[in-house]
């Protein structure tokens, strides 16, 4: 049997904000932005290339307020995602280098946490 993720809940505190972030700042799909009422939004934003997307809203009551994710994902190439970031303005340190892979860290306005690894094959 196959166990496909493909949504990640984020806790968000301006979702409007998180929609300008994740839409604007890192240039990902933003899928589904829909308000049903006033109570309840929910948005569905997809990194390029990925079959897994997050979502935030309000009324969802997936993640508890206040809570923060720290997600990995997976990057070809670490100093290019470094560059597209900074060149995106996002605020991101440099490329970290280990053992097991190479590595650039951000943060979402809320907190939540990424780090991009290029994966790193022994030699």
């Known amino acids: 049997m196959d166990y496909k993720i493909e949504l990640i809940p984020l806790a968000v505190q301006d979702v409007d904000r998180s929609v300008e972030f994740y839409g604007n700042g890192l240039g990902w799909s933003v ?3 829909r308000t049903v009422t006033p109570e ?9 290339g990925s079959a897994c997307s997050i979502c935030f809203g309000l009324g969802l009551e997936m993640m508890p307020q206040g809570s923060s994710q720290y997600i990995q994902v997976v990057v070809a190439d670490a100093d290019a995602a470094l560059a597209e970031l900074r060149d995106r ?7 970290d280098d280990q053992p097991w892979g190479r590595f650039v860290y951000f943060e979402d306005p809320d907190g ?3 780090a991009l ?4 094959i022994p030699g």
């Open 40 to 48: 309840l939004r929910f948005v569905q934003v997809t990194p390029p």
């Open 89 to 95: 303005g996002i605020d991101c340190q440099g490329v």
């Open 112 to 114: 939540n946490r990424w």
């Open 117 to 120: 690894q290029q994966l790193v």
């Open 31 to 33: 899928d589904h932005d």
